[in-house]
């Protein structure tokens, strides 16, 4: 066996995840030795990717923005559709655009620039195959058996970070896994190119504000359905006229069918959304790909012993809201500020915990909310008032929170990890579902657009006062919540007391804990 050499920080798999973890260690701490290790050949699903305003503050500090602006689109924000009958949807574009600009990723082009630029921070690449590992105890390092085409290969490190995607290395090796408590998805998406654009929502009756910031098109935008939901992602080409990424996931247990092929899109798609079956057919799939049944968690993601996990690595997302690359950015965030600590001579064995506990809190209540949305997604009342709630928080709380810096507080992320909202979560879907029992069924009338409010249009890391932002969140929920409430009566409206005093306590939290320590 041939001995590779040492480094400070192996990681394991080079795609997304892995090289946007190595370009970031290495612009935070850059006497720091990265080896990611991956085989030459890395073949996975091509996807559209929306990213959102964290990963977007992400991808400035790592110097991507002149990549972005010149061969990626910019994306105004996420518009979702709400059918009110065969022919009308209720639909919520954002009224303006975020100051703080986020991405259409195609990674066909974006993927060799970000390689590229971790290359010129100075990571260094092995390519091979990790097949084995021996955990160091403590601060002792580690030593991975990496598959070369010279031959098995030692390579020791003191962290470790496993970026292998649906591989699962880690999570595999060390048998972390963990029963899901909320419902599986599947999902099948293709590439459509060289399409009539024209022929975009030309069918159907839009029932929505006018804007004029944007041209409607260039949103990420998701078509709500019973038991699942469609997402179309225009992205960037020089190859052909057009490109956009559609897919649709399902909850198997609520959806009922199951999509393998084209045939099967356009057969059980065009019985939602019959316009979308005829728009596809206007243009040239590129490609096709599908996973069945992909949910998985893990236990732990963070170790004591200097291993993480990223990415798939640690647990899969839905795609809704885009929150697995919100969270993966996350993870990117702490884990560098982890490794920085220690190499410092910190310690970081309490700090460990709470990240680990913070983040899967998060991360496991997000998608068991997501879980739950499947089963309302077809009643537009409760679908889109989750949505405009699930929007505020993430601008006028966990977004401040992350630009901030406030997750990588030793004593904030001790005390939040504490308040992870499953009572919050629960006493709004049984708000929102009283509201639907009082309204029975659905109008345009009952629709609430509020996205000049969910959505924090003036947002701007290097200016932004985050005691003014989360009381601003506090105030807009609030605000929504006692729209809610007007329009129960009786014992709904008695029920609700308990629930509402339940949720406004948890909301307060967080911004009373920050004033309390005197971050903010």
């Known amino acids: 066996m041939n001995t590779f050499n040492t480094t400070d920080v192996a990681i394991i798999g080079n795609r997304l995840s892995g090289n946007l973890m190595a370009a970031y260690l290495r612009t935070k701490i850059p006497n720091l030795k990265v080896t990611a290790i991956a085989p030459k050949e890395c073949k996975i699903p ?3 990717e929306s990213t959102i305003e964290a990963t977007a503050l992400l991808f400035d ?21 709400y059918k009110l009958d065969e022919m009308t949807y209720s639909t919520h574009e954002p009224t303006g655009v975020v100051q703080t600009k986020s991405w259409q990723l195609n990674r066909d082009t974006f993927d060799p620039a970000l390689k590229a630029r971790a290359s ?13 590992i021996t955990i160091g105890a403590g601060t ?5 058996t990496v598959r070369t085409e010279e031959g098995d290969s030692e390579l020791k490190a003191r962290w470790v970070v496993d970026a292998s995607g649906r591989q699962q290395f880690l999570r595999r090796k060390l048998k972390l896994d963990k029963p899901l408590e909320y419902g599986q998805r599947s999902s099948f998406w293709f590439r459509l190119a060289d399409f009539d654009q024209q022929q975009w929502l030309n069918e159907v009756n839009l029932a929505m504000p006018e804007q004029d910031s944007f041209d409607s098109f260039y949103c990420t935008h998701n078509f709500m359905g019973r038991g699942n939901w469609i997402w179309g992602i225009p992205l960037a080409t020089k190859e052909h006229k057009n490109l956009i990424s559609i897919g649709i996931t399902w909850r198997p247990d609520i959806y009922g069918n199951s999509i393998k092929n084209m045939d099967d899109f356009h057969r059980f ?21 599908s996973y069945r049944n992909y949910m998985y968690v893990s236990k732990r993601v963070y170790s004591t012993d200097g291993w993480f996990l990223i990415g798939d690595a640690a647990m899969t997302n839905d795609p809704y809201g885009a929150s697995g690359i919100s969270f993966t950015t996350l993870a990117i965030r702490q884990i560098t500020d982890i ?4 190499s410092k001579g910190e310690k970081v064995y309490q700090l460990i915990e709470d ?12 998608q068991d909310n997501i879980s739950t949305l499947y089963s309302v997604m077809h009643d537009p009342i409760q679908s889109h008032i989750f949505m405009h709630w699930n929007t505020i928080d993430y601008f006028y709380q966990f977004l401040p929170m992350l630009a901030g810096d406030h997750f990588l507080d030793p004593d904030v992320l001790q005390r939040i990890a504490r308040h992870q909202g499953e009572s919050r979560r629960q006493a709004r ?29 003036e947002f701007d890391r290097d200016n932004m006062d985050a005691k003014e932002i989360l009381s601003r969140g506090l105030k807009y929920s609030g605000e929504l919540r006692l729209k809610l409430l007007r329009m129960l009566s009786g014992k709904e409206l008695k029920r609700q007391a308990k629930v509402v005093a339940d949720d406004h306590t948890a909301e307060t939290t967080v911004l009373g804990l920050l004033q309390s320590l005197g971050r903010i």
């Open 269 to 289: 798609v065009s019985v939602e959304h019959p316009w979308l079956s005829k728009f596809v057919k206007s243009g040239e799939i590129l490609d096709t790909s």
């Open 429 to 457: 879907w049984e708000l929102l579902d009283d509201v639907s029992r009082a309204k029975g069924s659905s109008s345009e009338a009952d629709m609430l657009y509020i996205y000049d409010k969910s959505i924090n249009y």
């Open 339 to 342: 490794i920085r600590r220690e």
């Open 355 to 366: 990240a680990n506990a913070l983040f899967l809190g998060r991360s496991e209540g997000n």
């Open 120 to 132: 010129e921070l100075g990571v260094e690449w092995l390519e091979g195959v990790v097949t084995d």
């Open 140 to 144: 002792d390092q580690h030593q991975l």
């Open 46 to 48: 091509i996807v559209g």
């Open 61 to 81: 500090e790592l110097g991507l923005l002149p990549h972005l602006q010149n061969n990626q689109l910019v994306k105004y924000g996420q518009t979702f559709y």
